[in-house]
């Protein structure tokens, strides 16, 4: 299973972690107000282009994975 580190943690504006387990990669996550929704910028860099280039099959999908589990999380804390 893959490991993260939080590295920054800024409210509501930013999220940084680091995956320190193969493949390894940094992610910066934005979040920034429009309205009354919110546009979300999702930013990896990896080590190498060639590194991303394997894993990218699996990454966008499973990013998008991520990004339907944070909206699914947020609607139900907007019922409580």
Do not use: C
Request: glycine share 4%; net charge positive; charged share 25%.
């Amino acid at each position: 299973m893959g490991r993260s580190v939080f590295e920054e943690i800024v409210t509501p504006e930013r999220i940084v972690f680091e995956h320190v387990s193969p493949p390894k990669f940094r992610t910066t996550v934005t979040f920034e107000a429009q309205g009354n929704k919110t546009k979300i910028l999702w930013r990896m860099v990896f080590e190498t282009a060639a590194l991303f280039e394997g894993v990218k099959s699996y990454a966008i999908p499973g990013n998008e994975q991520n990004l339907d589990k944070l909206a699914a999380h947020l609607a139900k804390q907007a019922l409580t």
